[in-house]
């Protein structure tokens, strides 16, 4: 593509229409990165006209409830088969419900439950888990599991996917965080999770939740041999779900984390590849509300020069977190750091419940919170490794 043309395709997106993949690819290969960015910045100010200077974040938890897991992804530092009973654990109902307590105290409103596909999981075990956190504690949001555990329940109960997703969603799940997306397209998702469902299968399964009124939100791994292709295929799949549906609130791409796994860190994304895909993201998903920058996986900087790429969203405090900690992801961070990087953005901080609505904006920064109690990676007890913070201790676990 010419110079010339490639404006005129930014052009076209930054004024509202849509690209095609194959633009889009052009797009993510060659656009100058600033421009692209610009595009994709206009598109976010457009589609937030009144709001445009906000960009929030959420307080949350992962609670990873086992690290069992028959699936074995190449790329996975968390999990052990369940023959490694040495490295294999489970966490029981009262640590769980523990944990609950401490988000709730701490004023987080939403849990990820993430973990293994144990091979005795099924439906039964999530129907519990799932009305215990909503008997105890009612505020808190679920949002958590994709399309990967709902197959792997559905199978170890012998019932249907519709049935499963019905069954933990009366039980309390609020909505799917889309976890197991990885690399839609077949080539790269078998070559790094080969015995997870197609990415065609993953994709069915979430439009059955969205027909059922569970919405959920996407999600990318990039960095672990795709080609730029192959990135823009995934979006595509996800686009076309998600013009029959409409259920994705979110995308979400986060990089490949290179330890402790079997592909031994040999290929991962840039930061230069990752914020050029947030834009892409914006451009190219026009269904799709949220763009969510992740200081994570990719830093606290990139994370915050994502909202210049068209990120709304900053992600969360993620009060504990174990699944890419174990991968060497080493960045932390706290409430009063991720609103000072938001302000210093250029934009106001808000915090938003599951479902993107403004709790508090903090407007004054005269008026924000100065407690140091909201922290990332407050408890990683689950891993060797981990640290606990000491103030685990905030709640007494009696
Ligand atoms: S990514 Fe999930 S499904 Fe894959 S091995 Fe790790 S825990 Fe298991």
């Not at 509202?16 to 889009?24: K, N, V």
């Not at 960045?331 to 403004?358: D, F, K």
Request: proline residues 4%; aromatic residues 6%.
């Amino acid at each position: 593509m010419t110079a010339h043309a490639t404006q005129a395709v930014l052009d076209r997106a930054a004024a509202g229409g849509r690209i095609t993949p194959e633009e889009a690819l052009d797009l993510y290969r060659s656009a100058p990165l600033h421009a692209l960015g610009t595009a994709a910045d206009a598109v976010r100010r457009r589609r937030y006209a009144g709001t445009e200077h906000i960009a929030t974040y959420i307080i949350e938890r992962n609670i990873n409830y086992t690290n069992v897991c028959v699936t074995a992804c190449r790329f996975c530092a968390f999990y052990a088969a369940p023959k490694d009973t040495a490295k294999g654990w489970t966490r029981d109902l009262d640590d769980i419900l523990r944990r609950c307590a401490e988000t709730v105290e701490l004023g987080g409103t939403q849990i990820m439950f993430q973990g293994g596909h144990h091979p005795d999981y099924g439906v039964e075990y999530y129907e519990k888990h799932f009305a215990a956190i909503k008997k105890a504690f009612p505020e808190l949001v679920i949002h958590s599991l994709g399309a990967s555990e709902v197959e792997h329940m559905a199978r170890i109960s012998d019932v249907s996917v519709e049935e499963a997703i019905r069954r933990i969603h009366a039980a309390g799940l609020d909505s799917f965080a889309g976890a197991g997306a990885e690399l839609l397209p077949a080539r790269p998702r078998k070559a790094i999770a080969p015995l997870k469902e197609s990415g065609e299968r993953w994709l069915e399964i979430m439009e059955i939740a969205h027909s059922l009124g569970v919405e959920s939100t996407s999600t990318m791994l990039m960095g672990t041999g795709e080609t730029n292709a192959e990135r823009i295929e995934h979006l595509r799949m996800i686009r076309d779900v998600q013009d029959r549906t409409g259920g994705f609130r979110a995308f979400i791409p986060y990089t490949y984390q290179p330890e402790n796994n079997h592909l031994k860190g040999q290929t991962q994304a840039t930061v230069f590849e990752y914020l050029r895909m947030i834009a892409i993201a914006r451009l190219f998903l026009d269904n799709v509300a949220h763009i969510q920058g992740s200081w994570l996986t990719v830093g606290k900087e990139a994370g915050q020069l994502s909202l210049h790429y068209g990120a709304d969203d900053l992600g969360s405090v993620m009060l504990e977190e174990n699944v890419v900690s174990s991968a060497g992801a080493k960045h932390r961070s706290n409430r009063m750091e991720l609103l000072h990087l938001i302000r210093t953005a250029g934009r106001v901080p808000a915090q938003r419940a599951t479902t993107y609505e403004h709790l508090v904006v903090h407007d004054d920064p005269a008026n924000d919170p100065v407690d140091d109690h909201v922290v990332s990676h407050l408890s990683s007890t689950a891993i060797d490794s981990g640290k606990a913070h000491p103030e685990l201790k905030l709640i007494d676990a009696s």
